[in-house]
């Protein structure tokens, strides 16, 4: 179903100022932005294993430089409360972190409307407005850092779930034929598959420092699946790849190409891009829901 996009009554007020918090799982940022929801003046910390409304609230305070805040949107890992703005137990964050009500703590806190969404979408929509699938009808986006997520935006609108799950989730490899563990409790998913950890734990070498052309191969072979689904659901006119995994590029995608153009039989192969927009993708897609 859609998601609800902007709001406008900032339209009129040229003075608008807007808070944005990306939060991952080794990793937050916060910025903020005028009425044209473009981040500046950004803020970045490692994830601390306590405190997160503290923290939170520091980064925002450290960017709005003693300025009132009209809004606050944050992406978060997933999985969400989206009635509640809440984080429930994404299994990428720190335990203190989950189940946090950060829509009406920081609500409660600066007194503005506040915003989340789930982190792939705001990177989804942040690149459909901003970044690779400027222009385009219809954006599919993966991305692969710490956790797999994924995002599809129609029109310059979301298409968001029920449950607000995520794409890097989907089963490639079933525990039956011998997947490996997943941090989701199931095996084979994804993300068990292609992130950043995983990378690590199945090679034996951070995906940063990994200079085994056999294992990106491997990991180019799993992307390349997870694309040609995409591409059978959604018939989209780019694909695009971001995350920290991303920086590798040239290592897996000549076996990510090989295996799309292998599998894809119905469907003419759209554009499959890398993310332009680097770390800021999820900010512009969140502020863009204020």
């Given at each position: ?18 808070g944005a918090i990306d939060i991952g799982g080794s990793k937050l940022l916060a910025a903020v932005a005028g009425a044209d929801r473009r981040p ?251």
């Amino acid at each position: 179903m859609p998601c609800g996009q902007r709001r406008t009554w900032w339209r009129g007020y040229p003075a608008a100022v807007f808070g944005a918090i990306d939060i991952g799982g080794s990793k937050l940022l916060a910025a903020v932005a005028g009425a044209d929801r473009r981040p500046t003046s950004a803020e970045r910390r490692t994830t601390p294993p306590e405190d997160p409304l503290g923290v939170l609230c520091d980064m925002l305070d450290a960017v709005r430089g003693g300025r009132s805040l009209d809004g606050i949107a944050i992406a978060v890992p997933g999985p969400f409360d989206r009635e509640r703005g809440a984080l429930t137990d994404p299994p990428n964050v720190p335990p203190a972190w989950k189940r946090v009500a950060l829509a009406e703590e920081l609500g409660g806190r600066y007194r503005c409307r506040v915003v989340v969404e789930n982190d792939a979408n705001c990177a989804a929509l942040g690149e459909a407005l901003h970044g690779a699938g400027s222009g385009l009808d219809t954006v599919v986006y993966y991305t692969v850092s710490t956790g797999v997520g994924a995002g599809i935006v129609n029109r310059g609108r979301l298409l968001t779930g029920r449950h607000d799950t995520e794409g890097g989730h989907q089963v490639l490899w079933p525990a039956w034929l011998g997947g490996p563990a997943c941090r989701c409790g199931g095996a084979g998913c994804l993300e068990a598959l292609v992130s950043g950890p995983s990378i690590a734990r199945r090679f034996g070498v951070p995906a940063e420092a990994l200079d085994d052309a056999a294992a990106w191969e491997d990991v180019g072979r799993w992307l390349g699946l997870a694309v040609t689904n995409a591409v059978a659901l959604h018939d989209p006119d780019v694909v695009i790849l971001g995350g920290g995994v991303c920086n590798s590029w040239d290592k897996f995608w000549p076996s990510l190409s090989k295996t799309v153009d292998r599998a894809l039989r119905l469907q003419a192969r759209p554009p499959i891009r890398q993310a332009a927009l680097g770390d800021d993708r999820n900010l512009y897609g969140a502020l863009a829901l204020l």
